[in-house]
């Protein structure tokens, strides 16, 4: 059973698909874009290409598969850490089962108190918004936690956009609560693959490079 100490934000987030992306309105009117869509602009070209190459019904197929899976397994888990018995469905399909279980096992054996939980942030410094997966103590310490679904084994070098998004989260906990989150952590569960992918990194390591992507962003937006 998973302890939880929730914080009281105070606030909800409304959020608005735009044609340039998913957009937050928060509190006292201002309106920001979500960090996915910030750092989804600079991959917009490579996606393109990636669709030309294997064609759009197949990056279509993928694309739709990718995006049910990552809701599934991000539900289940949601649903483990607040410590539901039905968490996972007799009926689930296969796959599903044989990816959550190397999440799970990254959760079982390092997660501790559950601070917030699919909250919104935001923040006037970055101009952004967004959900963070899960603030919780990571091997007893604070951490924003993400996860992650991959059709492939990715290194590090390959998911400088999460450690990015991560970051983010970070800056906006601090900046709505007062407390700094140090450090930043990836669970990845991929397809076919038995081991998850856990990537533990330093906020400081990332919020330059965050920084510099928030501001060729907005400037490209002038």
Not at 55 to 61: F, S
Not at 108 to 119: A, R, S
């Amino acid at each position: 059973m998973f302890k939880h100490e929730p914080i009281e934000l105070g606030y909800d987030l409304v959020a608005e698909t735009t044609p340039n992306g998913r957009m937050y309105k928060t509190p006292d009117g201002k309106s920001y874009p979500s960090i996915t869509t910030m750092l989804g602009y600079f991959s917009k070209a490579a996606i393109m290409a990636w669709r030309k190459r294997v064609g759009a019904e197949e990056a279509n197929r993928i694309s739709r598969r990718a995006a049910s899976q990552g809701t599934r397994i991000h539900q289940i888990a949601e649903d483990y850490i607040n410590n539901k018995p039905d968490y996972l469905k007799e009926d689930e399909m296969p796959h599903i089962h044989f990816m959550w279980k190397p999440l799970k096992k990254v959760l079982d054996e390092h997660l501790g108190t559950i601070v917030l939980q699919e909250c919104p942030l935001y923040s006037h410094y970055l101009k952004l918004a967004g959900r963070v997966d899960l603030v919780a103590e990571f091997d007893g310490k604070l951490s924003i936690v993400d996860f992650k679904t991959s059709r492939r084994i990715k290194t590090r070098d390959e998911i400088s956009s999460y450690f990015m998004q991560a970051a983010a989260y970070s800056i906006m906990f601090e900046e709505r609560t007062g407390t700094p989150i140090a450090q930043l952590v990836i669970a990845m569960t991929v397809e076919n693959e038995s081991e998850p992918l856990l990537f533990v990194e330093k906020r400081d390591d990332w919020a330059p490079f965050l920084l510099d992507k928030r501001d060729k962003f907005y400037k490209s937006l002038a």
